[in-house]
């Protein structure tokens, strides 16, 4: 089992950063990858970035390449995702996940909650 914890999101003004932490506990978290997604009210879920259990390969969704950055610290079980220059459209709920598998053919089998970010204009 695993659980996943997000945090760090707010209502903030377009321009402005924020960054989210994914806190696991439970199985080794430190030996699977972990994505972020996010969905916004009637749209479907969107994959926004994802990272391999050693921090070194990263990977991102074309509409959040260049402005946000994913991290992770397997010490602290923790996953970050620093968001810069954020717009209105990168309004949503923010969820992290725990990746099995490769990227192209992921399994996730446990979620976070999710954190609401809002970016007003």
């Known amino acids: 089992q695993v659980q996943l914890v997000e945090s760090g999101g707010g209502l903030v003004q377009a321009g402005s950063s924020l960054r989210l932490s994914c806190a696991a506990s439970?199985?080794?978290?430190?030996?699977?990858?972990t994505s972020w997604f996010r969905q916004a009210p009637g749209k479907e879920r969107e994959f926004v970035a994802d990272?391999?259990?050693?921090?070194?390969?990263?990977y991102y969704g074309d509409s959040v390449k260049g402005r946000f950055t994913i991290s992770r610290d397997n010490a602290k079980n923790t996953v970050y995702m620093q968001m810069n220059s954020l717009k209105p459209e990168d309004t949503a709920v923010y969820y992290c996940?725990?990746?099995?598998?490769?990227?192209?053919?992921?399994?996730?089998?446990?979620w976070g909650q999710g954190t609401q970010v809002t970016v007003s204009s």
């Open positions: 996940a725990s990746r099995r598998g490769t990227l192209s053919s992921a399994t996730y089998d446990y």
């Open positions: 439970g199985r080794t978290f430190s030996s699977y990858g």
């Open positions: 990272i391999d259990w050693t921090g070194i390969r990263t």
